[in-house]
């Protein structure tokens, strides 16, 4: 079973980007490719900053939309709080 996470990228002009997954490595290939959410489209290089694992795909999505009504800096504050590091994949 796969697992569920929201995870936010840093986008090449500096906006970030919310989203939730199933399989994150294939999304990320996905926003990278161009083939991602519109909204990530040439913005490139994209940076995960951020994971969170999620229960299931309701709270996933629930998560993801707290995390976006959040202002920018709480978001930062997020992101320096638990930082992405890769080892969470």
Known sequence: MKQWCVYILRCGDGSLYTGAT??????LAAHRSGKGAKYTR????LEP???????????????EYA??????????ALI???PFTGEEE
Not at 22 to 27: A, E, Q, T
Not at 42 to 45: F, T
């Open 22 to 27: 199933d399989d994150f490595p294939r999304r």
């Open 42 to 45: 040439g913005r490139g290089p």
């Open 49 to 63: 900053v951020y994971r969170e694992n999620c229960e299931d795909m309701s709270a996933a999505f629930k998560r």
């Open 67 to 76: 995390i976006k009504q959040l202002p920018r800096e709480k978001k930062l």
């Open 80 to 82: 320096r709080e638990k």
